[in-house]
């Protein structure tokens, strides 16, 4: 009971405390890439794929692709977002893994419709590296 009080406490003040906090350089680069993320998905293009349909926006300023599946159902695949990220901007593109290279196993064979539905808050589309 002492060691369940004790952690109850210390998780309480440590959860305080809040996140760690951004330096000015680092909210200015933030809001750089949200605008430049939002100014390609204005103009993002539609590509059709094996029956899906997948939008790709192309972020110039950073060699980058995000892609994200709008229609269809069930599993697809790095593939189909690399596929779909170079029909759409003619660039070979490379999947950016991310956090997800932490996941274990081969990504390449991961189903991303199941990860996607573990995804919360805002997202603008999975990352693909793009070489023009």
Excluded at 16 to 40: F, H, I
Excluded at 79 to 99: E, M, P, S
């Amino acid at each position: 009971m002492k060691f369940t009080l004790s952690l109850l406490i210390i998780v309480a003040a440590v959860s305080a405390c809040g996140g760690p906090k951004l330096t000015a350089e680092q909210k200015a680069l933030r809001d750089r890439n949200v605008a430049q993320n939002q100014a390609a998905l204005a103009v993002a293009k539609h590509v059709a794929l094996d029956g899906q349909m997948f939008r790709v926006a192309h972020v110039t300023e950073r060699n980058q692709a995000l892609v994200e599946r709008v229609k269809g159902s069930g599993p697809y695949y790095v593939r189909d977002l690399q596929v779909a990220a170079y029909r759409a901007t003619g660039c070979g593109a490379k999947f950016d893994a991310g956090i997800l290279a932490f996941i274990g196993g081969d990504i390449y064979s991961a189903d991303l419709a199941d990860l996607r539905t573990k995804v919360s808050g805002k997202f603008d589309g999975w990352g693909v590296s793009l070489e023009c």
